[in-house]
């Protein structure tokens, strides 16, 4: 019987009335440190079969059941020993590790940095096992497909596919991270989850009550924060990296390091097949985008994109927030069976082993994306408006049928075709950093309990909205906020695409922000006498960035700036009667930290300033938005 090194593996246990078995594994890396993972596999003698390796590197726990698992709507959430029986059964070994500094591995946690080296010496170790057959796929969602760009840039070999699901960076800089210049928000509330569930809080008791009895809500309201005056003053290695994050906001070396900037490292990626998944309500909509059309130009394998109508990981959900968008909308069900029997036939086809019994249901089109839309707009029985949707496949992103589009912007909050001709036409309004502009809903994730990713009625906010206040009037009453639309439209528009908007402004302030939202306008019904105005995606810029996010430069009150806010792609039908909307302001929070106006940078600035910012709208000054219609602008004409 071939054997292997026993010094780095402990006895076989049985699972599952021994039909499965899982060994502990401790995998050395370049520095000494061992990492902790399980081997599952059909046999308590593995390496008399040498087979590929299925490999998912976690900070969650290798053995925690996890929601983002989900495999199928109607069932519950499968624990690692049912997914790992489900691979084992068609003829792979599963390898489920716990991040450097996490569960039971050795090292001090770092979020993303020193994930590219971990996973890089994780998959050269695991090929070199006799158990192995020299392929290694990797997998996973959110952190875990983080780790397998991570470990790609540093140009890995012995990689044969990858799986990303809701995550991997093309630049963490421009999602994830920071967008626009911004700093996520979400970055502070993961800090304090995981620092409740880490090691360190898992042998101090004192330490975990006191995490336990964050509150959350109440330091968000005290920003920024300072070293040893956070939450996580008592936990060290967690308030350093999240400050640190918060911290650095220019693009220097710190976002270059490959494990966060795949975009600069894309030569390095191994040429296998991938695929990247992702949904209209996730952070990382960008991320997901860029690299599989990036590795689809600059790769000979295969690239696959898909792309859901979900929330982060919620891929057997029909529904985001408020909105539900009808039973096709689930993965499982419609796209395949289930959630394992979708990877475990793409794995089959990007390793060629259809051959061995289990066709995978034909070709597979490159995009395969979730058009929202066509609902009815009335109230389903969960309380939620009925959007509708339908899947659709193309054989690019965006659709080959879509074109880009300019609307552009008018002071009596027009959106229109036709470029303004006026000599000078502007909208001005006050931004006070101390009431911003609430968060409702988005591409959030993480975010509890100050936020809530998904699709949400825009004219009603209510208690559940962290900053709203009483008596809960819709956001575009708030005269910081610039509400345009489009006239009823006469007949359904599809939007598929990237959103931007290219603003000419001025401000009183050294530095500010803009943003923008993008809103599907329902008209009234019975249900939502008001209408029912939901967000489809939203953007954000800091201004100091104007010439580059390397250098920031202040701004010179008075002066007008050309500025570009872009917001994560999306797709959607617009139906015949409903309106296209664009709000544009100058706060999203808590998505985004809030600019103070004052030109310091927000992580260390005390005071703030109330700026008068104007979106100039003439004819010298066209502001537009830019979206990708099917059919062009005949869509609107």
């Known amino acids: 019987m071939t054997c292997y090194d026993t010094s780095h593996a402990g006895r ?59 495999d199928r709507g109607d069932a519950p959430v499968p624990r690692p020993e049912d997914i790992a029986r489900h691979f084992t059964d068609a003829r792979y070994h599963v390898v489920r590790q716990d991040c450097r500094g996490r569960g039971d591995s050795e090292g001090t946690f770092v979020k993303y940095l020193g994930e590219g080296p971990d996973g890089a010496d994780t998959v050269a170790w695991l090929r070199n096992q006799p158990w192995c057959d020299g392929r290694v796929v990797m997998t996973g969602v959110s952190y875990s497909a983080h780790v397998q760009a991570a470990a790609a840039a540093e140009g890995v070999t012995g990689l044969a596919a990858m799986f990303q699901d809701s995550g991997g960076f093309s630049s963490a800089y421009d999602a994830g991270m920071r967008m626009g210049g911004a700093f996520e928000l979400k970055q502070v509330t993961w800090a304090l989850r995981q620092a409740a569930k880490s090691p360190e809080a898992a042998v101090d008791p004192v330490l975990a009550e006191e995490l336990r009895r964050v509150d959350v809500a109440g330091w968000f309201g005290a920003m920024p924060w300072r070293p040893g005056c956070t939450p996580l003053r008592h936990l060290p290695a ?40 992702g949904s209209w309500y996730d952070p990382y909509v960008r991320s997901t985008i860029e690299n599989f059309t990036a590795l689809r130009e600059l790769k000979s394998a295969p690239s696959y994109l898909v792309m859901g109508p979900w929330t982060h990981g919620h891929r057997c959900d029909t529904y985001a927030g408020d909105v539900d968008f009808g039973p096709r909308a689930a993965l499982d069900g419609n796209l395949a069976p289930s959630y394992l029997e979708f990877r475990r036939r793409w794995f089959d086809r990007a390793l060629g082993r259809e051959d061995e019994g289990r066709p995978d249901g034909g070709d597979l089109p490159a995009v395969q994306y979730f058009l929202m839309g066509g609902g009815d707009g009335r109230r389903d029985g969960a309380g939620r408006m009925r959007h509708g949707g339908a899947w659709r496949t193309d ?68 208690a559940r909205v962290h900053g709203a206040r009483e008596p809960y009037l819709p956001l575009d009453s708030r005269p910081d906020v610039i509400t345009l639309t489009t006239p009823p439209l006469e007949r359904d528009v599809i939007l598929a695409g990237p959103v931007s908007a290219r603003l000419h402004v001025s401000t009183t302030a050294p530095d500010t922000d803009f943003t923008i939202k993008l809103i599907d306008v329902h008209p009234p019904n019975a249900d939502y006498p008001h209408g029912f105005a939901m967000n489809l995606t939203d953007g954000i810029f800091r201004c100091r960035f104007h010439r580059s996010y390397e250098k920031p430069e202040l701004l010179t009150p008075g002066e007008v700036y050309e500025v570009e806010v872009a917001a994560p792609d999306t797709a959607n039908r617009f139906a015949a009667g409903h309106r296209i909307r664009l709000d544009i302001s100058s706060s999203n929070f808590p998505r985004f930290d809030v600019n103070t106006n004052t030109g310091r940078p927000e992580a260390a600035a005390r005071r703030t300033a109330v700026a008068a910012n104007t979106v100039h709208m003439d004819a010298e000054r066209p ?15």
């Open 395 to 462: 054989t690019r992103w965006p659709p080959a049928f879509t074109a880009p589009v300019a609307l552009y912007l008018t002071p009596a909050g027009n959106l229109t075709l036709a470029p303004p001709t006026e000599a000078a036409a502007s909208v001005t309004y006050d931004f006070d950093p101390r009431h911003p502009v609430p968060t409702m809903g988005g591409q959030v994730t993480s975010g509890e309990p100050v936020m809530t990713g998904g699709a949400y009625d825009q004219n009603a906010p209510d």
């Open 238 to 277: 967690y308030e350093d990296f999240l400050l640190e994050q918060w911290r650095e906001d220019t693009f220097g070396d710190y976002y270059r390091n490959p494990a966060i900037y795949g975009r600069g490292f894309y030569d390095r990626f191994p040429d296998v097949p991938s695929l990247h998944m």
């Open 12 to 70: 076989p246990e049985p699972l599952r009335g021994g039909t499965l078995w899982r060994r502990t594994l401790r995998i050395p890396v370049r520095d000494g440190v061992r990492l902790a993972a399980d081997l599952y596999s059909a046999s308590p003698e593995p390496e008399t079969t040498a087979l590929p390796v299925l490999l998912e590197r976690t900070p969650y726990g290798r053995r925690a059941r996890r929601g983002s698992d989900q």
């Open 623 to 637: 502001s537009h938005l830019r979206v990708w219609l099917e059919g062009g602008a005949d869509a609107l004409a």
